[in-house]
């Protein structure tokens, strides 16, 4: 299964790369989702003794992890050396971590040594998510917990509209369908597999101010197939123009579609991990939830 269009690789982690010093002044939404991922945990009843935060940029998140679970070893993994260099800077002696620059598709761990993978709004970046789960169904414990956000198609809906209207090239990244992701994590073997959606929306002045902060955030057109050339002003002007078609109230929209997504490293006991009342359904059976 593809997960979000075949990606130039290489590209992602230059782009992320390039963005590591001011990544954190514009992730305001990639903050906001790794706060509630992370809240999702105490839902659940896990000892973890080794923690992989994949794709884990400036270390948020995995400072958070260690404070959670301090008798833990906590690895920060993520493609971009800058953002490894970046969390490395920001963690203090109390909250000490490993530090790996790694593909998520390939994962340098041994089989079965993993008790929680973290993964906040990465996976949208991988070109094959059935590679992605594959080996994160290796290198989990039985029983161990998967615990991910990746972005669904809503994402970005309107800039990817302005763009249609000006030429007929790949400017915004498509992303895959809970229902697909669902699929792949049970092709994959892990077990029980959970996935809700949520939406949320940023406002921008104009169309120029988000596209600088794409820019700052590393989230760049990773296509293979985008175009090479430089945006000229004509169609520049038509991307603007078709976005205005969104104004409201002043404001521009900038839609997100977050998937949210839990899933286990099988084991032949049946899972107790869920709070009284809580219970799974099958990802077949779940529709999008509007906000």
Same mark, same amino acid.
């Given at each position: 299964m593809s997960g979000s269009g075949i990606f130039d690789r290489q590209a992602v982690r230059r782009s992320f790369d390039r963005a590591a010093g001011a990544y954190d002044a514009s992730a305001l939404l990639q903050a906001k989702v790794r706060d509630e991922l992370l809240a999702r945990l105490d839902y659940v009843r896990l000892e973890p003794r080794v923690i992989i935060d994949v794709g884990a940029g400036t270390g948020h998140a995995t400072r958070a992890l260690k404070d959670r679970y301090p008798g833990a070893t906590v690895v920060a993994l993520d493609l971009a050396p800058g953002m490894l260099r970046e969390a490395?800077? =920001?963690?203090?002696?109390? =909250?000490?971590?490993?530090?790996?620059?790694?593909?998520?598709?390939?994962?340098?761990f041994a089989d079965g040594t993993v008790d929680l993978l973290f993964s906040s709004l990465t996976l949208q970046w991988c070109p094959d998510l059935d590679a992605v789960f594959q080996g994160f169904r290796k290198v989990l414990r039985p029983g161990g917990l998967l615990n991910f956000t990746t972005l669904g198609p809503g994402t970005l809906a309107e800039l990817r509209a302005a763009w249609s209207a000006a030429d007929d090239g790949s400017h915004v990244s498509p992303f895959a369908d809970m229902h697909l992701i669902g699929d792949g994590l049970t092709r994959a073997g892990l077990a029980e597999p959970v996935l809700d959606v949520e939406r949320y929306t940023l406002t921008y002045p104009d169309v120029r101010k988000l596209m600088r902060d794409l820019k700052a955030i590393g989230a760049h057109n990773a296509n293979a197939d985008r175009p090479r050339g430089l945006t000229g002003r004509g169609r520049m002007a038509k991307v603007e123009a078709a976005y205005e078609q969104h104004r409201r109230d002043g404001v521009l929209p900038a839609s997100y579609e977050v998937v949210f997504g839990q899933a286990w490293g099988p084991t032949q006991e049946p899972r107790r991990s869920r709070r009284s009342g809580e219970f799974t359904i099958p990802v077949g059976s779940i529709g999008r939830r509007e906000a």
């Open positions: 490395g800077r =920001r963690q203090r002696l109390f =909250r000490r971590f490993s530090r790996v620059c790694a593909d998520a598709a390939r994962l340098p």
